[in-house]
T-cell receptor
């Protein structure tokens, strides 16, 4: 079975400093991986996705993630945090092992301080 | 497009009452998903439909929960009878195409409180 582990439940950064949200996955297949963002009282929105093309994936709002098979990681980064980035972020894997559904990580809450 | 529409946005009810949550997917999308989000369990897939047909309902917690999709533009999630542990935010999402690797578009959610 496929799974994702988000290594930090909360991350706090200052505005203008880099953001790193960590995600490790477990998969028996070549995985498809996603990052979704959820702003307060809103639904989830896709930030970016990896589907076995380029290992460095660029998403919206300046975010990017790098797929590292050797480390089974798919960490999300942004060079400079903005106040509007404060939200909850979910690392997601597509379970292709016969169940055909998205498996969500527990989420990382990002706080951005002035 | 207006995006995925859910109603009501907030629902407060008493234990034992029937609750019906509604969802209108994005026009042209052929997959529809119902999720539940709680602090304890995070985001869980309850059921999903393809072309109005339920494909996987293994996430439905128990017989008190039921979901229908009578046509391509409408789905309901019903809880009868409701219990306090059903309190959560329920999301509906839709997508187009065969692959579940496609982006899922989420509605704003329904916050359910069962007293």
């Amino acid at each position: 079975a496929q799974s994702v582990t988000q290594l930090d439940s909360h991350v706090s950064v200052s505005e203008g400093t880099p953001v790193l949200l960590r995600c490790n996955y477990s998969s028996s297949y070549s995985p498809s991986l996603f990052w979704y963002v959820q702003h307060p009282n809103k639904g989830l929105q896709l930030l970016l996705k990896y589907t076995s093309a380029a290992t460095l994936v660029k998403g919206i709002n300046g975010f990017e993630a790098e797929f590292k098979k050797s480390e089974t990681s798919f960490h999300l980064t942004k060079p400079s945090a903005h106040m509007s980035d404060a939200a909850e972020y979910f690392c997601v894997v597509w379970d292709s092992g016969g169940y055909n559904k998205l498996i969500f990580g527990a989420g990382t809450r990002l706080a951005v301080h002035p | 497009d207006a995006g995925v529409i859910q109603s009501p946005r907030h629902e407060v009810t008493e234990m034992g009452q029937e609750v019906t949550l509604r969802c209108k997917p994005i026009s042209g999308h052929d997959y529809l998903f119902w999720y539940r989000q709680t602090m304890m369990r995070g985001l869980e897939l309850l059921i999903y439909f393809n072309n109005n047909v339920p494909i996987d309902d293994s996430g439905m917690p128990e017989d008190r929960f039921s979901a229908k999709m009578p046509n391509a533009s409408f789905s309901t999630l019903k809880i009868q009878p409701s219990e306090p542990r059903d309190s959560a935010v329920y999301f509906c999402a839709s997508t187009r195409g065969l692959a579940l690797v496609n982006e899922q578009f989420f509605g704003p959610g329904t916050r359910l409180t069962v007293l």
